[in-house]
């Protein structure tokens, strides 16, 4: 083990650092004592040091790809380590270490291939902050309540920071409650300033001002709305708003230079929205990365639900969406799908995955009805069509006891779109039980197409044949063992006379040398002739 200072005495939870270091260099595979672990400092492990490691440390398993890295895993867990960090060689790694790491009770996380163990070290060192951090802190950062009372102290006056749409983010303590006016008052209480106030900064154009420019505006006093005069300033991002600092004068004047510090404190501020933004967005990749994870069955439940405060023992089900070809963006289709799921169910998590969108619902009240559930899927759906013109369609997976078990309603979800997406008659929003003939179905053809062994030549023979001859023997012969041999039935439906289809149905017969007559090459005709004809070679 390389020469490291003392560890950090705090340290930051392992969701922090997480989500500081995001996706593109690292990737969560095992957490078996939840994502709260504290991380206090880096340690490197050299592949020709022992396999040592010290409480707290996330150890960089350097050299040592996939197996190579179990001595680590295990002296991670005898010290109390907090993780382990290794490269993969392939996927199939994965799952012994995950193994090892449940066992060890330590963390392990896949770093990508490309990176470069030093960048790794150095950023996760920055996010840590131990003695051994680059110094790349910003001292004069303090959270926003801080800022909040540092501003009123350099200006003299009662501070609050608020958002684009006046939410209140932050506000300085006051020990005079009669200096406060009531526009302060009401915006503290509410946590948002109330609307005819708003409306009267709105008409005397205070907003226009404060989103299209860096200078500080002063709002006259009007006492017969309860306003004392007050100053405020936008908090901007380049060109893009990010909030509003206001300092309401009190008792005494505002301090001679009060515009000054007004103008320190938005640029202050502006970088602490900025970070604040991008940890709400770190927040929302780790939880989407946690859930494709459990989805996809390389996760266990304990993650998403340490991560999130999640029961994983109460009952959940995965909703799997489906868009049919459409101009319409993704981020709409799956923008429209979270709206309508969350008005539904309060914890629905979603993730896209490949060409799918999956919900997952979770905490799901015992015996809620299968009805339900289909409901909301079914007014998603019809949302779609209405709204945005898409075509959607809507698998509902079994209902199981806990998160343990998603990955198989993900997968009985899955089994419902596929035979779905092969045609025939089904639902725009169905679960197994409403389509089980269909799903069956559809997953014998798969076998049949995927093993061509299985297949009889003489049925892709004849396929074969009307590839190149334009004729329709191998559509006829379906239709009429769909139509139970009902000649008429068949010829109405494809539009012939019987006589044409009793020609094509023998014109096939002496070409391959079928006999429909028997049982089972009628019933191999009637699966086979569903594939999509191949060109005969």
């Known amino acids: 083990m390389s020469e490291l200072s003392e560890p950090s005495p705090a340290g930051i939870p392992l969701r922090q650092l997480l989500m500081s270091l995001g996706e593109p260099l690292v990737e969560l595979q095992a957490a078996p004592a939840g994502l709260d672990v504290l991380v206090r400092d880096v340690a490197i492990l050299d592949p020709e040091d022992p396999a040592t490691a010290a409480p707290g440390e996330l150890v960089l398993a350097i050299g040592a790809r996939g197996r190579a890295a179990l001595p680590a895993l295990r002296a991670a867990g005898r010290a109390r380590a907090a993780a382990v960090a290794v490269k993969l060689d392939g996927p199939g790694q994965a799952d012994a270490l995950r193994e090892a790491a449940a066992e060890a009770g330590v963390a392990l996380l896949s770093v990508r291939r490309e990176t470069r163990w030093e960048h790794l070290d150095a950023l996760a060192r920055a996010v840590i902050g131990g003695p051994d951090a680059p110094d790349t802190a910003d001292h004069n950062v303090g959270d926003l309540f801080s800022l909040a009372q540092t501003t009123a102290v350099l200006t003299g006056g009662i501070v609050s920071i608020e958002d684009t749409s006046s939410r209140v983010l932050a506000y300085s303590r006051s020990s005079d409650s009669d200096e406060v006016d009531d526009l302060r008052r009401l915006s503290i209480l509410g946590w948002q300033g109330p609307e005819p106030y708003l409306s009267k900064l709105r008409e005397w154009g205070i907003f226009q001002h404060l989103r299209t420019s860096d200078t500080v505006i002063a709002v006259e006093p009007h ?114 799908i979270s709206v309508h799921t969350a008005a539904r169910h309060r914890g629905a998590l979603l993730a896209p995955v490949d060409a799918r969108i999956y919900v997952l619902l979770p905490e799901l009240p015992p015996g809620l009805p299968m009805a339900t559930v289909r409901d909301w899927a079914q007014e998603v759906v019809d949302a779609a ?153």
């Open 223 to 336: 006492p017969e709305l309860g306003l004392r005069r007050r100053l405020a300033i936008g908090i901007r991002a380049g060109a893009q708003p990010l909030g509003t600092i206001w300092v309401q004068e009190g008792a005494q004047p505002l301090a001679p230079l009060a515009e000054q510090a007004l103008v320190g404190a938005a640029r202050v501020a502006a970088g602490q929205l900025v970070r604040r933004r991008r940890e709400l967005s770190a927040d929302v990749r780790l939880t989407r990365t946690l859930l494709t994870g459990l989805l996809e069955g390389s996760t266990g439940p304990q993650s998403l639900a340490t991560h999130l405060g999640l029961d994983p023992h109460r009952p959940a089900t995965v909703l799997a969406y489906s868009a049919q070809g459409s101009d319409v963006t993704r981020s709409e289709v799956t923008g429209l």
């Open 385 to 537: 069509r209405d709204h945005l013109g898409v075509v959607l369609r809507a698998a509902i997976g079994s209902t199981v006891p806990g998160l343990a078990a998603v990955p198989g309603s993900r997968a009985q979800a899955d089994r419902i779109l596929d035979a779905m997406g092969r045609g025939g008659v089904v639902p725009e929003v169905a679960a197994l039980i409403d389509v089980q003939a269909e799903v069956l179905l559809s997953e014998v053809l798969a076998l049949l197409q995927e093993r061509p062994a299985l297949r009889d030549p003489r049925l892709a023979a004849l396929a074969a044949y009307d590839l190149r001859h334009g004729t329709r023997l191998a559509e006829s012969v379906l239709a009429w063992l769909d139509a139970l041999g009902e000649v008429r039935v068949a010829a109405q439906a494809l539009h012939i006379h019987p006589n044409t289809l009793r020609y094509r149905v023998r014109r096939a017969e002496q070409l391959t040398g079928l006999d429909l007559a028997q049982p089972h090459q009628r019933l191999l005709a009637m699966l086979q002739l569903r594939l999509p004809p191949e060109p005969d070679h």
